[in-house]
């Protein structure tokens, strides 16, 4: 079969599917791209051939939103499915990197397809190429390579069949996937060649579940039979296994209280009795008191990042032990962890199975089932919102659209100060309603995310969370919302400034330099006067629809008519002065930033002083 390598690619990724639980779905659902010299005659000509039946083509705005969008579908899918993104070299590549490398730590599949240089090298510099005098086999594609989970450069056709089968092999492994890149020299993509027809027969890739070792499973079992305090900490792996309810049963089973991370927020549906809330720094009082005093923590696919161990002053009982259930040995060790290497939701059942009629001590169910109650007394203070005339509170905002949505609606966010109140306050209702990407955390991801996630979830009301710092980062994609007619609700939370890292700053003695949005002042300062910006007026521009609020009557409003929106829409609020972050209880545990050892302002030598004590606190697990 006589194809060129850009047409042999596409009619063999149409060919690749993942299966698993019996169920199949398409592994690359769709092939997002901008085109320029690098790939439009290689892979833009083979998407115009190959025509939308054989792979619909997305047209994007930003290299790196593209990423993003693909993302929020691969996300959104379970990971069964994803998206390829095309692009042209020299920018258009280097513009992927920041959106591979989100992809790979939060262990997404992408596939990233960048043109790149002339194999044969009839010319030398080409358009955009960075010479590199000490290696002739560098580009700027090679940027990719620590942020992909593989990559190749395919510099002869023949070349591209192990490197089609190795990229697929790792974006359907659910312990290796992440960001995959094939680098594909422009000329090359243009090159016929002979290919096998078995290049293009059918291949469905099986997404195992691997069940625990019998020898880690026992140990694992004794340390939960001989713990007083045990507490779960459920991360994004129960989420991608589906082992919500599995994780479900085995709280009910045992009595053992549930803590998410922001990744594994909502595999336990609010309102569940073992369900303790977020835990660590932007975690809750319920959650990260249990921590502290438990003594056995069971790790379910998370991989314990600074944020999750309060930078390692969280769990303090002097002989607390770890079982880190994860399908990735990296992870499971950690904390000098009783491994348990398995997916989620076969670990979880066996476990369950394991240590049948054992039970935590009514005493301390009762107990955080009381703190828990406590704490929601706490969020409905922060949410309430007794004059309809205000000004909004950032938290108000949250709560004025938590009493609006249903277990169909998705929230996304990942930036600023939004995703510490959402961990903390957010009452989730369905296992893929919260979607906060803070593996990355990375500021523009929430549009195009949105777009991927309604993408993947066509009918189901999709939201996404900014603030104004973020919407300034990456609001291109609104474009291709609008192009695409996907109803996005936008909602920008306008407190003018950095305030998330404001507030950090001015913690670590800082003070806020550099963080707010205003003119510069005659001492050379930005404290001037607010800059006359209007970002709702932006958002028109793109084609959204807009409704600018002022009062918690009017967003009340403006969020029940968004929500009923056949077109994207905008819901613009400022939030009120000078509470400009947000209203809920302040942050529960602590988050190692480090502050100047010496300093001659009064802020930084405070702040180091409380650095100093806090980072007291810290512990090694061993």
Known sequence: ???????????????????RDGRRHRLIAATWGIFGHGNVAGIGQALLESGPAAMPFLQGRNEQAMVHAAVGYARQSGRLSAHAVTTSIGPGATNLVTGAALATVNRIPVLLLPGDTFATRPADPVLQQLEVPYAGDLSVNDTLRPVSRYFDRVTRPEAL????????????????TGAVTLALPQDVQAQAYDWPPEFFAERVWRVRRPRPDRDELAAAAAAVRAAARPLVVAGGGVRHSGAGAALAAFAEATGIPVAVTQAGKGVLPHGHPADAGGIGHTGTATADALAREADLVIAAGTRLTDFTTASGTLFQHPGVRFVGLNLDPYDAHKLAALPLVADAREGL????????????????????????????????QAWAAPDEDAVPTQAQVLGLLDGLVDDTDVLVN?????????????????????????????????????IGVALAAPGRPVWALVGDGTYLMNPTEIVTAVQERLPIKVVIVDNRGYASIGG???????????????????????TGDPLPVDLAANAASLGMAVIRTRTISDLRKALAQARLADRPTCVYAQTRTPDTVSGPPPAQAWWDVPVAETATREAAVEAREEYDRQAAQRRRHL
């Open 349 to 380: 059942d066996e476990l369950r199975e394991a240590v049948a009629g054992h039970r935590v001590e009514p005493s301390y169910e009762d107990a955080y089932g009381r703190a828990r109650q406590t704490w929601e007394t706490r969020v409905d």
């Open 504 to 526: 950090l700053s001015a913690a670590v003695g800082g003070e806020g330099f550099g963080t707010a949005y205003r003119f510069r002042a005659p001492d050379g300062s930005y």
């Open 1 to 19: 079969m006589r194809l060129t390598v850009a047409q042999a690619l596409l009619r063999f990724l149409a060919c690749q599917y993942t299966e």
């Open 414 to 450: 990942a930036a600023g100060s939004l995703p510490g109140d959402l961990h903390k306050l957010w009452r989730a209702r369905s296992g893929d309603q919260y979607h906060v990407e803070y593996g990355y955390s990375c500021m523009g991801y929430e549009i195009p995310a949105a």
């Open 161 to 176: 069949i192990p490197a089609a089968l190795q990229a697929v092999r790792v974006l359907t492994d659910p312990v290796q």
